[in-house]
Structure formats: structure tokens, C-alpha cells
């Protein structure tokens, strides 16, 4: 069945930088549209990064130039890097998964995606 784990959160001070991780298994890893939500506290979860198939990123305003989403087909990993982060990017970190025929993807096709991980907690203190 499909997997997917993240790890990689944890509490950085404002202006810090992370790295999370999440590890995939159970579909085709190089023919999905994938990606990176949050959900702050008391607030509705939202995209944050978003990788299609062919390896085209996408980022939400709140994150371009900050954030730098990747991923390693071999090890079938998908990765966001978060830099200069702020105590605004604090939430719970979940990334997404959804196989498709097509090159590229879009955030309302992800967002529908069956597939989730269990999330991975950021805190960024001022």
C-alpha cells in the first residue's frame, strides 16, 4: 500500500532553516504529482510546494525564495528545503502524493489526493 513518512521538523528561531523529508513507497514514485502542505495552528492546511512529474516546482507567495522543493526518484524521497524561516511557517508539515499519466499536475488534482503522511511539526520562534 502506499507509504509515506516525513521527518525532518523540529524548533528552529527565526531566520533558521530545515530540511524535511518525506520517504515514499507503494506507487510510482517518478509518475506522481507531489507536494508539501501545512496547517498552522487553528488555521485551514494550505500548499506550500508542489513538484510535478517531470520535476517542475511550485511554490505558494508565502515561500518562493525561501523554500526549494525536490525530489530523488532512486530514492523515491521528495524533500523541502526551508530557509529563512519565520514564526509564521510554524504547522504541522504534511506531504501529499498522487499518481498521474500527465507531465505535470496541478494543486486542486494534489490537493484530492488519497495519500498523505502522518506530518512532521515546525516551530519557528522569533
Known amino acids: 500500500q502506499v507509504q509515506l513518512v516525513e521527518s525532518g521538523g523540529g524548533s528552529v528561531q527565526a531566520g533558521g532553516s530545515l530540511r524535511l523529508s518525506c520517504t515514499a513507497s507503494g506507487y510510482n514514485f517518478s509518475g506522481a504529482c507531489m507536494g508539501w502542505f501545512r496547517q498552522g495552528p487553528g488555521e485551514e492546511r494550505e500548499g506550500v510546494a508542489r513538484?510535478?512529474?517531470?520535476?517542475?516546482?511550485m511554490y505558494a507567495d508565502s515561500v518562493k525564495g525561501r523554500f526549494t522543493i525536490s525530489k530523488d526518484n532512486t530514492k523515491t524521497t521528495l524533500y523541502l528545503e526551508m530557509n529563512s524561516l519565520k514564526p509564521e511557517d510554524t504547522a504541522l508539515y504534511y506531504c501529499?502524493?498522487?499518481?498521474?499519466?500527465?507531465?505535470?499536475?496541478?494543486?486542486?488534482?494534489?490537493?484530492?489526493?488519497?495519500?498523505w503522511g502522518q506530518g512532521t511539526r515546525v516551530t519557528v520562534s522569533s
Open positions: 501529499a502524493a498522487k499518481p498521474t499519466v500527465w507531465p505535470h499536475c496541478s494543486g486542486a488534482y494534489l490537493q484530492k489526493s488519497p495519500f
Open positions: 513538484i510535478d512529474p517531470d520535476g517542475t516546482p
